[in-house]
């Protein structure tokens, strides 16, 4: 019956534009129906079903017959009325998306294969997904595949319990492997970019531990402070304080640390002892630096060739970077303010602290 209805809403599209002449061409579905449409009409609209309408006829007065087979004749339906009016009501699309994105497709009408894969992917489900995969495959459509891809990789466990995928494992063993290939690319992608977070986060942590270093050379913090600036009254703490505090107390160890007098390894002594030797290879400001040790680490590099070390180098150009990145995201005035602050005079490499 709902064949019948749908077939009455194509032909009342038909019929009610007054300026048609008599449909020349008969619309063949599955189950039987026959669609009366005007071949110039489907022949705008589509290039294939302008190339069928071109080839030569057997009978020149018999009337020209093309069957769409293979899905609801309701869909068929549909297809025709959007050839006409360009229009498709939601409900069509809800109940046959992938019909009419397969006709669509194979009949080159590509603002409605646009809109059918965009209504499509909108209703994509677990049980679904495989079937509208296999589809979007076959339709040349990327955006629903990625789509569908995306949905297999992040439920796999349930998509893999669903008719559709049973049923593609017995029939598109390719498919399968696509599917399962994706999956790994996406999960050693997803690792990398955790990876390089990870990294990404120690480099600025570096970063902002030089530029704390700096700053307590220079201006002094809370505690600490070059020896021959007065410490500002009810200085308050820097806006990087959970950094700078560290620093000031690894700086207070270095300062009293019995073990580095006698020249043992402490391991805080020693990654003081590196602060001062990363800074020593990003400051581009040794003659006018507060930051002890400065320009022996510098001059020792020279002569050493200490900064030959592969591994260090990469390090001081991966801190560097994250310091750019960092300081792209700061204020224009604060970055020149920082540049003065680095600029200050010669200093006296000794801290005071209260
Ligand atoms: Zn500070
Ligand atoms: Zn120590
Ligand atoms: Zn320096």
Redo the contacts with the bound molecule.
Sequence with gaps: MEDKNNHNTTSSVISSAPELPEPDVQILTSGGLRIAAHSSILAMVSPVLENIMDRPRKHRTSERVIPILGVPCDAVSAFVGYLYSARCTEEQMEKYGIHLLALSHVYSVTQLKQRCARAVSQRLTIENVVDVLQLARLCDAPDLYLKCMKLVAAHFKSVEQTEGWKFMQDHDPWLELEILQFIDEAESRKKRTRRHRVEQSLYLQLSEAMECLEHICTEGCTTVGPYDVEPAKKRGPCNKYTTCQGVQLLIKHFASCKRRANGGGCSRCKRMWQLLRL??SI?D??DS?R?PL?RQFKLKAQQQRMGDDALWKLLVRKVLSAKTISSLSLPKRKREEELRETMGGHALRTFRFC
Excluded: Y
């Design positions: 800074h020593s400051c400001q040794p630096c930051v400065c």
